[in-house]
Nanobody, 124 residues
Framework: QVQLVESGGGLVQAGGSLRLSCAASGRTFSANAMGWFRQAPGKERELVASIDWTGFNTRYADSVKGRFTISRVSAKSTVYLQMNSLKPEDTAVYSC?????????????????WGQGTQVTVSP
């Protein structure tokens, strides 16, 4: 059974930092692009960041550029999201996902495997 499991969420004050991790099991995703998405209550799911299979090409939502960094350890099929200077508007459930291909993508429909998500709450 293929699983993506996120960890590292929690409650943090505005201006603080969190590091999310996503570990894969059941298969390797070393040749797949990966991404982090988030969904806040009452809002649509949005792409936060994505990374290609090499780890060298990344994409970010404008709202997180300069604050968040996506990275990966392909040998471990693990993806990270370092979140700095957190704001209350970053509060959401964050999910990782694996794309069907290896090229970096910002299209939600390109992602075929999804984790359950981890809650990130940023207090004022």
């Amino acid at each position: 059974q293929v699983q993506l499991v996120e960890s590292g969420g929690g409650l943090v004050q505005a201006g603080g930092s969190l590091r999310l991790s996503c570990a894969a099991s059941g298969r390797t995703f070393s040749a797949n692009a990966m991404g982090w998405f988030r969904q806040a209550p009452g809002k649509e799911r949005e792409l936060v960041a994505s990374i290609d299979w090499t780890g060298f090409n990344t994409r970010y939502a404008d709202s997180v550029k300069g604050r968040f960094t996506i990275s990966r350890v392909s040998a471990k099929s693990t993806v990270y999201l370092q979140m700095n200077s957190l704001k209350p508007e970053d509060t959401a459930v964050y999910s990782c996902a694996a794309s069907a291909g290896g090229v970096v993508t910002t299209i939600s429909n390109d992602f075929r495997y999804w984790g359950q998500g981890t809650q990130v709450t940023v207090s004022p």
